[in-house]
């Protein structure tokens, strides 16, 4: 599916450094939500079925409002994190601030997650839902 | 190297610095802003934590740092491509802090507004508001100079 302004597989977390498939929170590479789920995947093999299960369908990261980040600080995160340009990052600022929430990408579980975790290393309060909720 | 140098009041910033330093040292150990993922296996969750507690307090450290003795001497600090990014983000972990401690109070659409009337409120209140106006004030200089470092960083 696919949401209006909302990239669905490109953004700025595949871009790190120029390496294909590199998901990075940090320009260190350092701090990864890959690296995080690498790290628990292989100590917890019991755990496989249930994540396989849990990273199927398509889910939606959502943004929602706080009284505390300014404004230019959030659009500078959605172009940093996400990729967009000043007016797309603007329009989803917007719609946190004005509607409490705002869909800013669509796809599948894991990188999903990525974004996530890198807005959350932003301080933005950022959820994940699933497509098939709504 | 684009680097920006502000010379700040050191009669005014130096008594926010208490506050700045007292809740970015709480900061690592709990992350500033609350984790909102509910499906996350125990031990997924407590790794996603920890790894986002390294950066934010990698963060943090920078930020303090920023305000060492040189500071007290001659009152400038330096943001430039090498710490923009990071001290821009300590600067929102730590407000979003000082909104928890201190400015519950004051109701979340005053602090959206910045329409707060301070003569209402204890002095400790004032002053963390002045730490959380200080710290905003940081975040829009980067923001407003180093935007294009931080997009290419």
């Known amino acids: 599916?696919?949401?209006?302004?909302i990239p669905s597989t490109e953004g700025n977390l595949g871009d790190c450094n120029g390496k294909e498939n590199s998901v990075c929170a940090r320009d260190s590479g350092v701090f990864t939500h890959r690296s995080v789920r690498k790290i628990y995947s292989s100590s917890l093999p019991k755990h496989t079925v249930q994540n396989e299960l849990q990273l199927e369908g398509v889910w939606r990261v959502v943004v929602l409002n706080d009284p505390?980040?300014?404004?230019?600080?959030?659009?500078?995160?959605?172009k940093k994190v996400i990729g967009f340009d000043e007016p797309t990052a603007r329009k989803h600022m917007l719609e946190v601030h004005e509607g409490g929430r705002s869909v800013v990408w669509v796809g599948l579980r894991e990188r999903a997650e990525a974004y996530v975790f890198t807005l959350q290393q932003w301080h933005l309060t950022?959820?994940?839902e699933s497509d098939e909720a709504h | 190297m684009k680097r920006i140098e502000v010379k700040l009041s050191l009669p005014?910033?130096?008594p926010l610095l208490d506050v700045i330093r007292e809740l970015g040292n709480g900061l690592r150990e709990?992350?500033?802003?609350?984790?909102?993922?509910?499906?996350?296996?125990?031990?997924?969750?407590d790794a996603w934590v920890a790894e986002l507690l390294v950066a934010q307090s990698g963060d943090v450290e920078l930020l303090l740092a920023l305000f060492d003795g040189e500071f007290f001497t001659e009152g400038v600090v330096a943001?430039?491509?090498?710490?923009?990014?990071m001290i821009v983000r300590a600067c929102a972990a730590v407000r979003l802090r000082v909104r928890e401690h201190f400015l519950l109070p004051l109701g979340d659409?005053?602090?959206?507004?910045?329409?707060?009337?301070?003569?209402?409120f204890a002095e400790?209140?004032?002053?963390?508001?002045?730490?959380?106006?200080?710290?905003?004030?940081?975040?829009?200089?980067?923001?407003?100079?180093?935007d294009a470092s931080i997009l290419e960083s």
């Open chain 1, 126 to 128: 950022a959820v994940l």
């Open chain 2, 109 to 120: 659409e005053a602090l959206e507004t910045g329409e707060v009337d301070m003569l209402k």
């Open chain 1, 68 to 78: 505390v980040n300014l404004m230019s600080y959030v659009v500078l995160v959605f």
């Open chain 2, 12 to 14: 005014v910033v130096a």
């Open chain 1, 1 to 5: 599916m696919t949401v209006s302004g």
């Open chain 2, 124 to 146: 400790p209140v004032r002053k963390a508001f002045m730490c959380y106006l200080f710290l905003a004030t940081v975040q829009e200089l980067i923001i407003q100079h180093l």
């Open chain 2, 30 to 45: 709990r992350l500033a802003a609350p984790l909102t993922l509910t499906d996350l296996d125990e031990e997924f969750r």
């Open chain 2, 79 to 85: 943001f430039d491509e090498e710490n923009a990014e």
